[in-house]
Nanobody, 125 residues
Framework: QVQLVVSGGGSVQAGGSLRLSCTAS?????MAWFRQVPGKEREGVAA???????TYADSVKGRFAISKGAAANTLYLQMNSLKSEDTAMYYC??????????????????????WGQGTQVTVSR
């Protein structure tokens, strides 16, 4: 069982930046960030696999950057130019088996077996 611990998040004004961190108890083939607002389905934000390939949701391309730390079990999400619509609970996820969709790591939550606790990101106008 992989344990994921998330840190970061908080409140920021529109246009600001935040960085989320996630530490896994062991190495996994792929890791990703998801987010969810009340009443809506959880959506994939960004994913990275063991080859360093990255996938981004269209809504965050050019603003968010997913990366891994020097320790391969550490994951980051740098969020810049934040908008009010980025307000959500953000979750870190890890896969048991790496899956690629459309030539990149998956952003489908059903492809991820392990989940960390959520961290709230609130962006005010």
């Amino acid at each position: 069982q992989v344990q994921l611990v998330v840190s970061g998040g908080g409140s920021v004004q529109a246009g600001g930046s935040l960085r989320l961190s996630c530490t896994a108890s062991q190495y996994t083939a792929c890791m990703a960030w998801f987010r969810q607002v009340p009443g809506k389905e959880r959506e994939g934000v960004a994913a990275i696999d063991s080859d360093g390939l990255k996938t981004y949701a269209d809504s965050v391309k050019g603003r968010f950057a997913i990366s891994k730390g020097a320790a391969a079990n550490t994951l980051y999400l740098q969020m810049n130019s934040l908008k009010s619509e980025d307000t959500a609970m953000y979750y870190c996820a890890a896969c048991a088996v790496g899956i690629r969709r459309d030539s990149g790591p998956s952003l489908q939550q059903s492809d991820y077996s392990y989940w960390g606790q959520g961290t709230q990101v609130t962006v005010s106008r």
